[in-house]
């Protein structure tokens, strides 16, 4: 499930280069690029981890379990995941990639002697995400430009710090599942599912 969210305004008075992209095309491009992941370096996809939140709401969600979480509000949503203790990765040492909506990827390791539970990887995910676009903000020239300020449209713009992000506030991203690869050297590698 991808949900682009695009409001267009007037850019009457604004000043537009010539040269740069419609910001809306620019975006539909990216978002359409971020669904064409590159795979084939990682190994071999030895399972796939979904992420379901409980919920009364049954008119929307009719099995009673929404299917993602929240990446802003992980804390929140943590006690009612869907089978969290659950360890669905048993190795010691995994590497996540995270790749949306950035134009360079963050990557980090963990490690845990009991393997990896999905309210452990959710955490951690919603962890690093909040670091990397801290990071970014501090090492961007080109800065976010705050809601309530966005005239061209709703959408974050991109921002040209360490990671280069766009189209999404934190606020827009959840997880829905995790792809998890086994490296030709064993590693385990987790490609995220994130969708906004």
């Known amino acids: 499930m991808l949900v682009l969210i695009l409001v267009s305004t007037s850019s009457k008075g604004q000043n537009q280069n010539a040269d740069q992209k419609d910001p809306i095309e620019s975006l539909r491009e990216k978002e359409m690029k971020s669904t064409e992941k590159n795979t084939a370096g990682l190994g071999e996809m030895v399972s796939v981890i979904s992420f379901e939140v409980k919920t009364n709401n049954k008119k929307d969600f009719e099995n009673g379990l929404i299917p993602y ?3 802003e509000n992980a804390k929140l949503e943590i006690p009612d995941l869907d089978k969290k203790d659950e360890v669905v990765i048993k190795e010691n040492s995994i590497k996540i990639i995270i790749d949306y909506p950035l134009t360079n990827q963050y990557e980090f390791t963990l490690t845990s002697k009991m393997g990896f539970t999905r309210k452990q990887l959710l955490s951690e995910i919603s962890a690093h995400y909040f670091k990397l676009y801290e990071e970014e903000e ?6 976010t430009i ?3 300020k966005r005239t061209t449209m709703y959408n974050r713009n991109q921002t040209n710090g360490k990671y ?3 189209g999404h506030d934190i606020a827009d991203l959840v997880l829905s599942e995790i792809q998890v690869y086994k490296s030709p050297k064993g590693e385990i590698i987790l490609m995220l599912g994130i969708e906004s």
């Open 69 to 71: 979480a929240s990446i």
């Open 138 to 143: 501090k090492t961007a020239t080109i800065k």
């Open 146 to 148: 705050p809601i309530d």
């Open 164 to 166: 280069g992000v766009w």
